[in-house]
């Protein structure tokens, strides 16, 4: 499904698997920003089989693009999302892993289409809530949530977020040790 915002030469798509390799320069391109580089470990190979899964409550993408000088259309801005639910508050969530548009674009309203277009897919499977994480030192991103309408849940919630990596040998030991 594609979006026209105000601008006329945007335009905002369902990520296709075709659309993986581009959206990995651009992950790269963020993790730089964010000097996470060093952590980035998706490969196009696995987002494009990621992108092929139509499960609902896999791993969605939107791309924005623009028309070029060539009269092509250059993906300069992505979003990457999932639905969850929310057991505390019984709602259906949207979970916006990443949302970035180059710098050479931003402050035309590219990010705000891409925000609106996963907000709007949200409210069409029934969820209440987007939920996201930014950065603390990112200014921009903080400023862009709060403009939105978000509101900062880290000190009223009091949460830390933990990981397990679940490799192949870590899948065995969790299961095994629940086990005992």
Request: hydrophobic share 40%; proline share 2%; aromatic share 10%.
């Amino acid at each position: 499904m594609a979006s026209r915002s105000t601008n006329s030469s945007l335009i905002i798509e369902d990520a296709t698997p075709d659309d993986a390799g581009t959206i990995i320069d651009l992950i790269k391109e963020l993790a730089i920003y964010e000097n996470m580089l060093d952590q980035v470990k998706l490969t196009a190979a696995e987002l494009k089989a990621d992108l092929s899964d139509k499960q609902p409550w896999g791993l969605k993408a939107k791309v924005a693009k623009l028309l070029g000088t060539t009269g092509e259309r250059e993906t300069v801005g992505y979003a990457l999302y999932f639905f969850r639910f929310d057991d505390l508050q019984g709602k259906r969530t949207v979970y916006m892993e990443d949302l970035y548009v180059r710098p050479a674009v931003r402050r035309i309203g590219i990010g705000m289409t891409l925000w609106r277009s996963v907000a709007q897919h949200g409210l069409e499977e029934r969820c209440t809530q987007l939920q996201f994480a930014v950065l603390e030192w990112n200014k921009l991103g903080t400023d862009f949530y709060k403009k939105v309408g978000a509101f900062d849940r880290t000190l009223s919630y009091g949460v830390r977020l933990y990981r397990n990596n679940l490799t192949k040998t870590e899948r065995k030991k969790a299961v095994l040790s629940a086990l005992i």
